[in-house]
């Protein structure tokens, strides 16, 4: 098995060489995204060292484990075939949103990858065949390999035995996963309904959709929807013994506006979702503001539909650990496409989102809530894109913001020295400015290793800040976290 690793560590050093001039020198422009799969004994964890020298390189790595494999054996059943490893990998390129991607596949795994590059062959830009099973039509993996049988002392119940864990060590058998990794198959009953059983599951608030003839839909029966612009799914709230911060409970509720605002920078009518506190429509004070700004492909209502950011802060008001406050949901969209945060084009569309949120969202809002109009009093936070639009608005105009969260997201350290010289040339100054400056990511997240690298740039050049590493990936579970955070920080005193 460590021959095989190391075998696999420098064919792929030969891959990465050939994809960018040099095994070890990856610049800006030479990164590339490697989705990674495993053979059928086996695991990501195949993949480990290859992994980790790819991104010590500069690449984003995801290996993930098909299902009913590795240490997903748990799942195993006759019910799995090709088809689901497929829809396995398919699942990671559409839920993570990859493009451009070299799509790796080893002995059993080329089988997979042949049938994701018909499925998705416009998010793929090289495929590599490591060592790897292609068969002719018709023909099966154990027709390949002449019906020769594998060494049995390196498998364990027809899987191979991982070489960090003791043989001793039995795999787990009801392990709760959340119900969006992969899809699965559903019963048609003699009543014509078709069903599926999943579970156990964490509680939390999950996305899901159907998939009839290819093609992804929300479930009809139900109104409770995940806005986007790309994928339609459904939302599901798993409750737990106690009422999760995002439930809807027993306590004074804020109000949602739909409003509709003129774009003198885009130049058409854009949408705004704003959240009143609870006692707003009766009452006379001002509340301070949060511009709350939604993330890639998601609008302006993500942020309360599966966001539930109106039931948390209600929540968290009646408790008494935040503040009211009134909250600003606009579409992040500025119609220039999804440029990748670490390119140019991305800083360009921040800038364009700037214009619009200085020329255009707040001056509607302050002219139509009752809002305190100071920066002690106004605070910007986001998720993903939005994260990114949020730091560079904050970083351009440190008059107008004091608060900042950025939750699953990172600017560069070329933009921030390119845009903001002042802010890190004068660390002390921004930081006497500065109530709060949040940083949040999940080590899942395909964003961590940017992220993390954005978070020691800020503390290398001086600026203060709070970071908070979780579990989990890129999804709205860590958002309603990182949302609950710091709406707990904001305008604290």
């Not at 290996?63 to 497929?86: C, F, K, V, Y």
């Not at 506190?277 to 599966?306: I, M, N, Q």
């Not at 039931?311 to 009134?326: E, H, Q, S, T, W």
């Amino acid at each position: 098995m460590k021959t095989q690793l190391l075998r696999l560590v420098s064919l792929f050093a030969l891959c990465a060489a050939a994809f960018t001039g040099t095994a070890h020198a990856a610049g800006a422009k030479d990164r590339h995204t490697f989705v990674l799969v495993h053979g059928a004994t086996a695991g990501g964890w195949e993949w480990k060292s290859t992994g980790n020298f790819l991104l010590a390189d500069g690449h984003t790595v995801y290996r993930a484990t098909l299902t009913g494999l590795g240490e997903r054996m748990h799942l195993n059943s006759p019910a799995i075939d090709l088809q689901t490893h497929i829809n396995d990998v398919v699942n990671v390129i559409l839920f993570e949103d990859l493009h451009d991607i070299v799509l790796t596949g080893h002995s059993y795994g080329g089988m997979v990858i042949t049938g994701v590059m018909d499925r998705v062959p416009e998010r793929i830009k090289h495929v590599v065949f490591l060592d790897a099973a292609v068969p002719d039509d018709g023909m099966s993996l154990w027709d390949l390999f002449g019906g020769q049988r594998q060494d049995p002392s390196r498998f364990v119940d027809g899987f191979m035995q991982v070489p960090w864990v003791k043989p001793d060590a039995k795999p787990p058998h009801n392990v709760k996963q959340s119900i969006k990794c992969f899809n699965q198959p559903m019963q048609k009953d003699d009543a014509g309904v078709w069903s599926i059983t999943v579970g156990p599951v964490e509680p939390n608030l999950y996305p899901y959709n159907f998939v009839v003839d290819g093609v992804g839909v929300a479930d009809p029966a139900n109104p409770d929807l995940f806005p986007n612009e790309r994928f339609k799914a459904s939302l599901v709230d798993v409750p737990g013994d106690a009422p999760a911060l995002h439930a809807v409970q027993d306590v004074p509720h804020g109000e949602l506006a739909y409003c509709f605002y003129e774009s003198k920078t885009l130049n058409r009518t854009r949408p705004l979702v704003i959240y009143t506190p609870p006692g707003y429509r009766a009452g006379t004070e001002k509340h301070p503001v949060l511009y709350l700004v939604s993330g890639t492909t998601d609008t302006e209502e993500t942020w309360f539909r599966a966001g539930r950011a109106n039931f948390i802060l209600d929540n968290l008001i009646a408790r008494r650990k935040a503040v009211p406050m009134i909250v600003v949901m606009p579409h992040g969209n500025m119609m220039m496409g999804t440029p990748r945060p670490d390119t140019p084009q991305a800083a360009d569309m921040y800038r364009v989102f700037n214009d619009e949120l200085l020329t255009n969202i707040i001056p509607y809002v302050e002219a139509n809530y009752r809002v305190i109009a100071d920066r002690e009093h106004r605070a910007i936070a986001g998720f993903s894109r939005g994260g990114g639009q949020s730091l560079f608005a904050a970083f351009n105009n440190p008059d107008r913001f004091a608060w900042i969260g950025s939750y699953a997201a990172y600017l560069t350290p070329e933009v921030c020295e390119e845009h903001f010289p002042g802010i890190f040339a004068r660390p002390d100054e921004a930081n006497a400015r500065l109530r709060l400056l949040w940083l949040g990511v999940g080590k899942s997240d395909f964003l961590y290793r940017q992220a993390v690298t954005f978070n020691g740039f800020l503390t290398e050049k001086g600026i203060q800040h709070v970071e908070l590493i979780t579990e989990g990936g890129h999804t709205w579970m860590n958002a309603r976290r990182y949302l609950a955070e710091t709406l707990q920080r904001f305008f604290q005193k």
